[in-house]
């Protein structure tokens, strides 16, 4: 099975920050790795796919990259709309999330 | 514009078999395009994939859920199922329905979400 190691858990942030959050993959994904973003009550939200591409509709704040099987998402200047909790997934072999990451008003 | 909605009965009494279902509208799961899948997410914790379906009826199930959950799907109806069964109150959970943005790609397009409660 795949593993997906996403830190940090918790992330205190203030509007206009530039946010990164990380997801490590415990083999090779190749480029096979999603960002959603969630909130409360709400079905998870695609960002970003293949690790870099920006889903129709989303803002260009957020941003993807790679680096061997370690995986960033950036959101570039943290709005109020952003505070949520984002989720990493693999989709090289079956599925596997991360663990999620609040990001949360400081 | 293709939409999903899950529904099922709310609370599932323990080792009883758990049934929802996934009704897809403005598109046909028939489609050679995509997979189908089930996830859910326990109270306050993250998103655990359950398993997916092909339009030709070929399922996966991660295997911490294999023996339990099943897939499956009426293509006359448009609909998507699953079974758990021998719930206990760890299957307590939001379950959605989601579908891939093109066949093994991220999930694109997501249902609601159907809360489903294991309690005696």
């Known amino acids: 099975d795949i593993q997906m190691t996403q830190s940090p858990s918790t992330l205190s942030a203030s509007v206009g920050d530039r946010v990164t959050i990380t997801c490590r993959a415990s083999?090779?994904?190749?480029?096979?790795l999603a960002w959603y973003q969630q909130k409360p009550g709400k079905a998870p939200k695609l960002l970003i796919y293949k690790s870099t591409s920006l889903e129709s509709g989303v803002p260009s704040r957020f941003s993807g990259s790679r680096s061997g099987t370690e995986f960033t998402l950036t959101i570039g200047s943290l709005q109020p709309d952003d505070f949520a909790t984002y989720y990493c997934?693999?989709?090289?072999?079956?599925?596997?999330f991360g663990q999620g990451t609040k990001v949360e008003i400081k | 514009q293709v939409q999903l909605q899950e529904s099922g009965p709310g609370l599932v009494k323990p080792l009883q078999t758990l049934s929802l279902t996934c009704s897809v509208s403005?598109?046909?799961?028939?489609?050679?395009?995509?997979?189908w899948s089930w996830i859910r997410q326990h109270p306050g914790k993250g998103l655990e994939w359950i398993g997916y379906i092909y339009y030709n009826g070929i399922t996966y199930q991660d295997p911490s859920l294999r023996s339990r959950a099943t897939i499956s799907q009426d293509t006359s109806k448009n609909e998507i199922y699953l079974r758990l069964s021998s719930v206990t109150v760890a299957d307590t959970a939001v379950y959605f329905c989601?579908?891939?943005?093109?066949?093994?790609?991220?999930?694109?397009?997501w249902g609601p979400g159907t809360m489903v409660t294991v309690s005696s």
């Open positions: 083999q090779s994904i190749d480029y096979w």
């Open positions: 997934q693999q989709y090289h072999i079956y599925r596997t």
């Open positions: 403005g598109g046909s799961i028939s489609s050679t395009d995509y997979y």
């Open positions: 989601a579908r891939d943005r093109q066949l093994g790609d991220a999930f694109g397009i």
